[in-house]
């Protein structure tokens, strides 16, 4: 003991700040360094934390802000344009009431089963309607203007030589479209409707009927209005 | 005039050096060692009020992620009406080919040109079977269909079969290409 005490004493100006020294490195090796780089971490997370918040707020904002009845009706009105799935009964009463509208005789009606047409899902209808030729006119200007959305594909005309009378048949399709699986990431931004959409909506509800009761099976397609209900 | 002198031994005076040398090398050592604790408590103590704002920031996202849960159906119903309404008007501006070949011929061919069949397919090809009661109509209905102004509509007009009976009426099979 003597024996270290008198070579501490001998090389302590040496000793003595190289074991301070060891001290000071080891506070910064197993404390400073890791709480400054804790440190500067937790700087770039509350970055983004913040950042997350301010979405997610303006999410909240956005989506407390959209009146549920609102949202109901004009999903209501999209349904009935675009069908969540194949609604025959409604396109068949659609297609018979536009074609009684307009005075013409509807002879013969088939649906073949289309999967996709041109990438959308959907499903044709062969009409054969009779009556006059400017009522035909009429059921084509008014096929554009339907509360479900149709396209006329074909068109094959046989007149009749003693009338102004039209045999036509028409190939119609009609589309749907399956509700989405799923809605991206929770910060995703709440989808607005643009203007052109409003648009859209109000053109389609001028094509709807305002009374859409359950029982008037001729005047209004068939489907769930909300399929989330 | 006072005269010091030095009487202690030269060995007490490098001693006495030696040990001056001793404390100044002590302080600046522990002045080091102080400055680290103090960097290292305020390091400590930075960390501990950002953690607390760390999980303050946690609470209120989840606070909102809840809330935004809440508006579930909301957003359900307005993603699926957003997406309808992109396909609608994608269909919507699509107009039906057949239906402006169809207008088109009627309203350009002459009136007393009896059509007996005319069919458009889905490829906007028309065919067309008529009976021109005369020649001034033949020559008039192949003159507006091959004129400039028809050719803004059709892209190719063919004869497919052109006859006469005995009673001077004209057959006549067109297949017209619409743009």
Redesign the interface.
């Known amino acids: 003991m003597s024996d270290l005490l008198t070579i501490y004493n001998r090389y ?2 040496l000793i ?2 190289v074991l ?1 020294g060891i ?2 490195l080891l ?2 090796i197993f ?2 360094y890791p ?2 780089s ?2 500067l971490k ?2 770039s ?2 970055a983004n ?2 950042s ?2 301010v979405t ?2 303006a ?2 904002k956005d ?2 802000s ?1 009146s ?1 009845e609102d ?2 009706s ?2 209501k009105i ?2 009935t ?2 069908p969540i799935e194949r609604d025959y009964p409604g396109t068949i009463g659609l297609i018979q009431n536009e074609v009684a509208k307009n005075g013409l005789e509807l002879e013969s009606l088939q649906v073949s089963q289309v999967a996709s047409i041109g990438g ?1 899902n959907g499903y044709s209808l062969n009409i054969g309607i009779f009556g006059p030729k400017e009522n035909f ?1 009429k059921l ?1 200007t008014s ?2 203007k339907t509360s479900q ?1 149709l ?9 009749s ?1 003693a009338s102004t009378n039209l045999a036509v048949i028409l ?1 119609l399709d009609a ?1 749907y ?1 399956p ?2 699986n799923n ?1 991206g990431p ?1 910060e995703a931004p ?2 607005k ?1 643009s203007p ?2 409003e648009k ?2 109000q053109d ?1 509800a001028a094509s709807q009927p305002q009374n859409t009761s359950t029982d008037s099976f001729s005047s209004a397609p068939r489907g769930r209005p ?3 209900e | 005039m006072k005269l010091t002198i030095n009487l202690l031994p030269n060995e007490f005076a490098l001693k006495s050096k030696e040990q001056a040398k001793f404390n100044l090398v002590q302080t600046i050592s522990i002045l080091a060692v102080l400055v680290i604790i103090l960097l290292a408590s305020g390091v400590v103590a930075l960390n501990i009020t950002q953690n607390k704002k760390i999980s303050n920031l946690e609470s209120s996202i989840k606070q909102s992620e809840d809330d935004i849960k809440s508006f579930k159906d909301k957003e359900i119903s307005l993603s699926v009406l957003k997406d309808r309404l992109a396909t609608i008007n994608k269909l919507s501006k699509v107009p039906s080919k057949q239906i402006a070949a169809y207008r088109f011929i009627t309203q350009l061919l002459p009136g007393n040109l009896f059509i007996s069949s005319l069919s458009s397919d889905k490829t906007g090809s028309v065919i067309l079977s008529a009976l021109v009661p005369d020649y001034p109509t033949l020559e008039q209905t192949m003159t507006v269909l091959t004129d400039q102004a028809a050719f803004n509509t059709v892209s190719k007009v063919d004869v497919e079969s052109l006859s006469r009976s005995k009673d001077g009426v004209y057959r006549l099979n067109l297949k017209l290409t619409m743009k």
């Open positions: 302590r100006l003595f700040p301070i001290s000071i506070l910064i404390v400073v709480q400054v804790g440190l937790g700087q997370d509350i934390m913040e997350r918040q997610l707020l999410k909240v989506l407390d959209l549920a949202l109901k004009k999903m999209a349904v344009a675009l959308q006119n084509l096929l554009g959305i396209r006329v594909t074909s068109i094959e005309v046989s007149p030589r190939t589309f479209a509700a989405p809605l929770v709440v989808q409707l052109d959409d859209t909506l389609l909300n399929p989330f």
